[in-house]
């Protein structure tokens, strides 16, 4: 399967715990996003990346996240110190170039207890 | 910033009808428009998606129509089967750069046998 892959696809955690998610974009693609999706709703974007590059950030993304691309190729984001209100579906996607065709991946569900 | 809202919020269509979707977006500076389709526990799949150059873009049962005057493009999906029931979402990028996508809150499409 050559599609957007994230790892792992379930996570509950107690309050306060951290977690970290993992996304591995289409391989080539140099740009590579996260969206939040609670339930209900539309996705949210949450951050980009073109390449290891961090360009764009949503008023969203609390300090409590951080996301990295070290080599530019797969993702982690990290939830620190976890809230009930940061359950939701955890969204990665990637695109190839200056197109505006986004690829998602299957998501990571984070259940905060 | 893109604002765009989506109608109805959910959709029960009898098998072999026609199921229409619609968007309504207000900044008119950008020019792509994609569908996403989500099943229950997936990550959204790119369905289709527009440039607004065409009015109409059709590929196999699945059509949009493209109104810039009126600001507004729509979803038609004909020959409505029970497999196309799942949550549709209408989307536009957030800004020039074509990074994020601002998605519409979905609809719900049942399609019943």
């Known amino acids: 399967d050559t599609g957007v892959s994230q790892d792992p696809r379930h996570k509950i955690t107690k309050r306060g715990q951290n977690v970290t998610f993992r996304c591995d974009p289409i391989?080539?693609?140099?740009?590579l996003y996260w969206y939040r999706q609670t339930l209900g709703q539309g996705p949210e974007f949450l951050t980009y990346?073109?390449?290891?590059?961090?360009?764009?950030k949503s008023r969203l993304l609390s300090d409590r996240f951080s996301a990295e691309r070290p080599k530019g190729s797969f993702s982690t984001l990290e939830i620190q110190r976890t809230e009930q209100g940061d359950s939701a579906m955890y969204l990665c996607a990637s695109s190839f170039g200056a197109g505006f065709e986004q690829y998602f991946g299957p998501g990571t569900r984070l259940t905060v207890t | 910033q893109q604002q765009v809202k989506q109608s109805p919020q959910s959709l029960i269509v009898q098998k072999g009808g026609i199921s229409i979707i619609n968007c309504a977006y207000e900044n008119t500076a950008f020019d792509y428009f994609p569908w996403y389709q989500q099943f229950p526990g997936k990550g959204p799949a790119l369905l289709i998606a527009i440039r607004p150059d065409v009015s109409e873009k059709k590929e196999g049962r699945f059509t949009i129509s493209f109104n810039k005057s009126a600001k507004q493009f729509s979803l038609h999906i004909m020959d409505s089967q029970p497999g196309d029931s799942a949550t549709y979402f209408c989307a536009a990028p957030a800004n020039q750069a074509g990074t994020a996508l601002i998605f519409g809150k979905g609809t719900t499409l049942s399609v019943s046998s």
């Open positions: 990346f073109q390449n290891e590059a961090q360009l764009e």
């Open positions: 391989s080539e693609h140099n740009r």
